[in-house]
């Protein structure tokens, strides 16, 4: 009892509220835990050609526009070799086997990224939490219910896409990458540099699926820039971007490559939608950009197998730059390009004879390129197409 006898006074106190936010990102794991490949965004470029440094070497295997190769003793050897053997990119650098390495799913970290973004539009941090995690142990259709019981946003149709894809339901995850595109490009949008340094993020860790998502978007977030010549260029280099990813799922094999063919074909030929949709770019800037994403769409149905389709996509990508440029058509660097790729669709059919023709066709034209970055660049294109050339005769002198 307080001195005196009286009770102490009663204080109330009313103390503010607290509002706590947590920041989203957290670090992410690959598109399967325990597998990863070699390839990254930046190794896809244009058509060109690895030298063994010795003049004398024999015929080496046929190469793509952009593939990477090795390099054989013997034309016979190389003639043996399968049709998948490509050549290397001029932007590319020798990397591990996939089989040589292995997914790590903390060993990268995107948070300061994917809160730049702001995927997350505010998920419960528990909830996302454990999505993840479902989603790192591969537990996708357990991720998928809580994802379905969840309010619509960012974060939650990127996973759904992902899981979706996981899950081997392309159709689903169309679905949901649309949404996700709806989204993304409503006000308030997401900076495209932004999403693009996430894309490249996903590419270096591997994570090929989500880069591949987010690919679809930075395609749709170009069509707003306020220069229709860097919305076409943006939009082009999506296309080619999505050529590396493509590339790296199909040579992972089984389940990735098929979601390579029935999502990511489906992604980079909306790509070439969206580039024909922007108006008032320059006219001869657009037409080399859209012959150069025709080129890279084709050039993902040639290594899903799908070779007249590529041989078509290349043709119109001829079509296109004749309808253009008329008889300079030659000078611009995509032209050559796009023969060479036939070629080689035509040598994966087995018809060498139109093989040989479209190569012969390709070396006259890089003689008339105007647009090379260097004189050692034309001399990788013109020695790749002679080598291909090579192996071709070969099997047509042999009957193989």
Same mark, same amino acid.
């Given at each position: ?77 190389? @003639?043996? #070799? ?13 990397? *591990? &086997?996939?089989? %040589? =390495? +292995? ?69 689903? @995850?169309? #679905? ?13 949008? *997401? &900076?495209?540099? %932004? =999403? +693009? ?90 037409? %080399? ?112």
């Amino acid at each position: 009892m307080a001195e005196g006898g009286r009770q102490p006074p009663v204080i109330n106190v009313q103390l503010p509220a607290i509002t706590v936010n947590y920041q989203e990102g957290t670090i992410v794991s690959g598109d399967n835990v325990g597998q990863k490949t070699d390839v990254r965004a930046a190794e896809i470029g244009q058509i060109v050609v690895q030298t063994s440094g010795n003049s004398q070497a024999e015929a080496t295997e046929l190469q793509h526009d952009s593939i990477p190769t090795g390099f054989k003793d013997s034309e016979e050897e190389n @003639a043996k #070799r399968s049709s998948s053997d490509r050549g290397l990119n001029d932007q590319t650098t020798t990397h *591990p &086997s996939p089989h %040589d =390495v +292995t997914d790590d799913p903390g060993s990268s970290d995107v948070t300061d990224i994917l809160g730049s973004v702001n995927l997350t539009e505010r998920m419960h941090f528990v909830t996302s939490e454990n999505i993840r995690r479902l989603i790192n142990q591969s537990k996708f259709a357990d991720a998928l219910i809580t994802l379905q019981d969840i309010p619509t946003s960012q974060e939650q149709q990127f996973m759904m896409s992902e899981c979706y894809c996981q899950l081997g339901r392309p159709d689903k @995850a169309l #679905r949901c990458i649309g949404a996700l595109q709806r989204i993304m490009t409503s006000s308030p949008k *997401p &900076s495209v540099d %932004d =999403v +693009t340094k996430l894309v490249d993020n996903y590419i270096s860790d591997l994570s090929h699926i989500r880069a591949l998502i987010l690919l679809s978007c930075c395609a749709k977030l170009y069509k707003y820039n306020s220069n229709p010549n860097n919305s076409v260029g943006g939009i082009c280099d999506c296309s080619l971007k999505c050529c590396s990813v493509i590339k790296a799922m199909v040579n992972k094999g089984d389940k990735m490559k098929v979601i390579a063919r029935d999502v990511g074909l489906k992604i980079i030929t909306d790509m070439l939608r969206e580039l024909r949709s922007v108006s008032g770019a320059d006219k001869n800037k657009k037409a %080399d950009m859209e012959a150069a994403c025709l080129k890279n769409i084709g050039y993902c149905y040639d290594e899903v197998g799908k070779y007249k389709e590529a041989i078509g996509f290349y043709n119109k990508g001829l079509d296109l730059m004749n309808q253009t440029f008329g008889s300079n058509a030659a000078k611009y660097r995509m032209f050559g390009e796009l023969l060479h790729n036939i070629g080689y669709a035509h040598y994966n059919l087995s018809d060498y004879s139109k093989a040989e023709s479209f190569y012969l066709q390709s070396l006259n034209a890089h003689e008339k390129v105007a647009d090379w970055p260097s004189d050692k660049e034309k001399q990788k294109m013109s020695e790749g197409t002679k080598n291909n050339l090579k192996i071709t005769r070969y099997k047509m002198r042999n009957n193989i």
